[in-house]
């Protein structure tokens, strides 16, 4: 089974390289990202206290649920201010990987690839790096939660339990695996969204295939191809489907072949080359009569 990570240029070039960040939950594009609504009871005093909740990072939620709270029930004491709070607390502490099962969304492209300028990672699941992965759960309702049973016993609440957004979300089948920002390294002291910036080391040998975007420069695809085409990762073009709202997967390589595959598509990237694989590029850029068509990206 595969799981997608859609990423910028600059990122998959970081992840070729060997390391991945780990993101703050509080620099998610989401405002009610691991943000339910908490009830504090009267019995534990003001809503504005000190909350010591222990967390698993990798534990599957617990089944059947013992926190949730009926959608319809209200209460003076039910509100996001300590749930803040304890976000406020876990982006000093963990780091969330964020992938999906669904590997050829037309919006993901858009929002986490550069506008299809980035390009679409295939990783094995079953590698030992995503152990604890767990998926995130799509609601209709904005979670109601008892802090009681949180503070009940000396079990850590499983992280996953707080991963529940809206519906509206579900398109993205986001799955996610949690560290400990202690496990990663900072590499940047601000992200430009006033969070540091944490990666760990990434074993490149669990991926299995880079599909480049429709928009990614040809430059860019060049030093992309450089980077995979001594390894055992397939390497694809995302092209415009001749028919319908969808890419086919133009291959440049495969798993296993040394040799690329080069079409009218995907000549480009190897006119800078000697030899018989850059005789046939130059040729097809001159002679075949869809290049023109096909090979507009800068």
Partial sequence: ?????????????????GSIRFTQPGAFNDPFEMVPELYVSEKYGTQDFDIDIKFALTAPRREPR???LDTAFESDYCSDRNSRRILASLNQGIGILCLSRNGSSLLMWSHY??????????VDESHEFFTGYFEVEYRQNRPKKDIGSYLAG????PIAELCAKSKEWEYEAEVRV??????????????????????????????KSVTLGERMLIPHQREVWEK????????????VSNWGYGFRKEPIKLAGMKNPSVSPRTAHIFTDQEGTYGDLARWLLKNHPFSEMMNDTL
């Fill in 1 to 17: 089974m595969s799981l997608y990570k859609y990423v910028k240029f600059k990122d998959l070039i970081h992840i070729l390289e």
């Fill in 66 to 68: 013992i926190d949730d």
């Fill in 113 to 122: 690839a550069g506008g299809y300028s980035g390009a679409v990672i295939e």
């Fill in 154 to 157: 000396d079990e850590p609440i």
């Fill in 178 to 207: 949690v560290r400990n920002l202690a496990d990663c390294r900072c590499i940047c002291k601000d992200d430009g969204r006033g969070y540091p910036a944490y990666v760990m080391d990434f074993p490149t040998e669990c991926i």
């Fill in 228 to 239: 995979v085409k001594n390894t055992d990762i397939s390497l694809y073009l995302a092209a």
